[in-house]
């Protein structure tokens, strides 16, 4: 059975830096495509990067040039590097595996980006 | 980018009812299409991919149709269990997007 546990969220001051994780057991990071989706309150869902098993990379124009996608192949783990965070980058972030569509997600992790 | 609309935003409706949700895609998307369903506070769960299959382990009550810009989702006989929020979402090209989502409640 496939899990991702989302970790490394919290409040963080606008212009600051996060660094989340995505812990996956039951498949291998570095064989699939994963992405991460974020949700703001209320708000619908809004895709954000991913990373195929080759190593290329891709990011919604609203986050390019802050964050990174990455991921640590003997730790299995996923990461979203989120460098100049904004109000508007509040949200519940979610790591998924791209398999077809989303296929599995995490439980999410709240990133709150206020003063 | 490609624009992903779902219509009706809201829904109210009955155990038993057939509901239909549609989702246009701005551009031709092939059937690169995918639906999901989530309750408050919960992950998104993937019921529907490459617009007509159905996910593993999701009731066979759930169907999707379409390809180019036109897509569904059926729910052929509404369970308390399926009172939820679905979304849609393309994968033909990047940004990936997802519709605004439809809420489906109690009638």
């Known amino acids: 059975e496939v899990q991702l546990v989302e970790t490394g969220g919290g409040l963080i001051q606008p212009g600051g830096s996060r660094r989340l994780s995505c812990a996956a057991s039951g498949i291998t990071v570095s064989d699939n495509y994963m992405s991460w989706v974020r949700q703001a309150p209320g708000k619908g869902l809004e895709w954000v990067s991913l990373?195929?098993?080759?190593?290329?990379?891709y990011y919604s124009d609203s986050v390019k040039g802050r964050f990174t996608i990455s991921r640590d192949n003997s730790k299995n783990t996923l990461y979203l590097q989120m460098n100049s965070l904004r109000a508007e980058d509040t949200a519940v972030y979610y790591c998924a595996t791209a398999r077809r569509g989303f296929d599995c997600w995490g439980q999410g992790t709240l990133v709150t980006v206020s003063s | 980018d490609i624009q992903m609309t779902q219509s009706p935003s809201a829904l109210s409706a009955s155990v038993g009812d057939r509901v239909t949700i549609t989702c246009r895609a701005s551009?031709?998307?092939?059937?690169?299409l995918a639906w999901y369903q989530q309750k408050a506070g919960k992950a998104p769960k993937l019921l529907i991919f490459?617009?007509?299959s159905l996910e593993s382990g999701v009731p066979s009550r759930f169907s999707g149709s379409g390809s180019g810009t036109e897509f569904t989702l059926t729910i052929s006989s509404l369970q308390p269990d399926d009172f939820a929020t679905y979304h849609c979402q393309q994968y033909n090209s990047y940004p990936y997007t997802f519709g605004q989502g439809t809420k489906l409640d109690i009638k």
């Open positions: 490459k617009a007509s």
């Open positions: 990373i195929y098993s080759s190593g290329s990379t």
């Open positions: 551009q031709r998307i092939s059937s690169w």
